[in-house]
């Protein structure tokens, strides 16, 4: 009886700590689109003790409904307004679902925030300053304020209080208190959001696939939509074929394997399924 409930807690806390493990996991270090994937609400499979999933299963975009508008899991009509508090959190204060042609997929339409230093530009020798969750600067700090203000440390910059840091797909504020240690689980950092379903929904409706900037694999610089008399897929010999495919079009792409777009600058392969990925490199 001791012996089986000695196992039993060993099996537990060996359970545990691979859960424990999998949440300190940061799937925007894995490979593939693993930002697109979050905000769709793809559901991650892995292997045991792997920290990054090998695929995710994904709603079926082409099962959606054309005259429906969809954010963060919820269906809007055609003429009906997206909740600010859905919203707000990607800088855009007003959205609506709006159809123009009952063929095509209906589409968020956004309005955007006129924020002061963009319309009348900046003063180089004031820093501007943000608060947190704010999309415009909430003031600057100039002359003798700027000389005493708080500083950080962040990637080998300095910065003052209420500056914008970036690192990767998160974005932090410095503040008192700020921890440069780390960045996963910082109270002063956030995870940065595309909005894919905002701004792409055409594109991912399309089967389109997004196009990164070098290493920046946070939001698409742009996409790249299935053509079915150019796209081939192109063998590297490092293919899996124990692995599902990366679909394209009508194109199934093993993982490991390109695809051949006839573009020198930018190279597309599947890293981890259903939805490959294009890198440019210039």
Known sequence: MIVKNLWSLIV??????????????????????????????????????????????????????????????????????????????????????????????????????????????????????????????????????KAKAHKCYFENKEYLAGEKMYKGC???LCQPGFDNSTIVGNPHCKEIKCGFQLHYSSKLFDGCIPVYYENNKCCPISWRCPNSKKDKVVSTGRSDSN??????????????????IHDDKVTCSCLTPPHAQCVQTE
């Not at 045991?48 to 999933?53: E, F, Q, V």
């Open 12 to 145: 537990l806390v060996i359970s545990l700590t691979y859960i424990e493990a999998k949440k300190s996991c940061d799937l925007n270090q894995c490979p593939g689109v693993q930002k697109l994937y979050g905000e769709l609400g793809c559901t991650p499979i892995f292997n045991d003790n792997d920290c990054c999933p090998v695929k995710y299963e994904c709603p079926d975009m082409q099962s959606l409904k054309k005259d429906k508008c969809y954010v963060d899991g919820e269906e809007y009509s055609v003429g009906e307004q997206v909740p600010d508090e859905k919203t707000n959190k990607y800088c855009v204060p007003s959205c609506y679902c709006s159809q123009y042609d009952p063929d095509i997929h209906a589409e968020l339409r956004c309005s955007h925030y006129d924020c002061f230093e963009n319309l009348h530009g900046r003063d180089a020798d004031c820093t501007l300053t943000y608060e947190e969750d704010s999309c415009c600067s909430a003031g600057k700090l100039c002359g003798e304020e």
């Open 170 to 172: 998160y974005k932090c």
């Open 243 to 260: 692995r599902d495919a990366c679909t394209f079009g009508k194109l199934k792409i093993p993982v490991g394997d390109e695809l051949n």
